[in-house]
């Protein structure tokens, strides 16, 4: 049974540090990992995906990487600012399909002006 | 046995058109959610209802209309077709909602609409 896990649940941390969130998950057969933010009583918003092939991918100031072997993907953001505050979940999909997606409990983050 | 599906599977229609796409979950979920997938494989929430209540609707056309006649299904039907409509729309369900974070999304194979 695939389990996804983040660590820390909540970080806080002052504008414009670079910070690290972590995922990590228990079955690395998976087909790709996607990271997405997540607005207070919003719908999920997806930023970067990574095919199980690939070992990373950036857009703008996020870059996520994977490593199967370990069960683990990194979502890094540079130069953090108030607006990048939100909740950050990482997910993978079940074997065959995308028709499951399993969630990490989420990182809450906050970024303090 | 599936338990969040959508029909059609494909859709390819002319510009200017109004159609509809179909979404059942057999799950007995509570909340029920309507994403587009970009052509980079981004997933962007549309709508979200619970219960039949609309609970979130992001920045959409009025050209999209959700319908939930029951909190089994949740259709969307689209008018006045565009060439930026094009993309996979899918379908998913949650036992509780956007609010539970935690909650797993169980989504549905999509339908791929192409507007020409």
């Known amino acids: 049974k695939q389990e996804v896990t983040q660590i820390p649940a909540a970080l806080s941390v002052p504008e414009g540090e670079n910070l690290v969130l972590n995922c990590s998950f228990t079955d690395s057969a998976i087909y790709n990992l996607q990271w997405f933010r997540q607005d207070p009583g919003k719908g999920l918003t997806s930023l970067l995906l990574i095919q199980s092939s690939q070992r990373e991918q950036t857009s703008g100031r996020l870059n996520a990487s994977l490593d199967k072997s370990s069960g683990r993907s990194t979502l890094y953001i540079a130069a953090s600012q108030p607006g990048d505050s939100a909740t950050y979940l990482c997910?993978?999909?079940?074997?065959?399909?995308?028709?499951?997606?399993?969630f990490g409990s989420g990182t809450r983050l906050s970024i303090r002006p | 046995d599936t338990a969040v599906s959508q029909t059609p599977k494909y859709l390819v229609t002319q510009m200017g058109n109004d159609k509809s796409i179909k979404c059942e979950q057999n799950l007995g979920h509570d909340t029920m959610y309507w994403y587009k997938q970009d052509s980079k494989k981004f997933l962007k929430i549309m709508f979200s209802y619970n219960n039949k209540e609309l609970i979130i609707n992001e920045t959409v056309p009025n050209r999209f209309s959700p319908k939930s006649p029951d909190k089994a299904h949740l259709n969307l039907h689209i008018n006045s077709l565009e060439l930026g409509d094009s993309a996979v729309y899918f379908c998913?369900?949650?036992?509780?909602?956007?609010?539970?974070?935690?909650?797993?999304?169980?989504f549905g194979p999509g339908t791929r609409l192409t507007v020409l």
């Open positions: 997910a993978v999909p079940g074997y065959s399909s995308a028709s499951k997606i399993i």
């Open positions: 998913a369900s949650s036992h509780q909602g956007v609010l539970a974070v935690t909650d797993t999304q169980y």
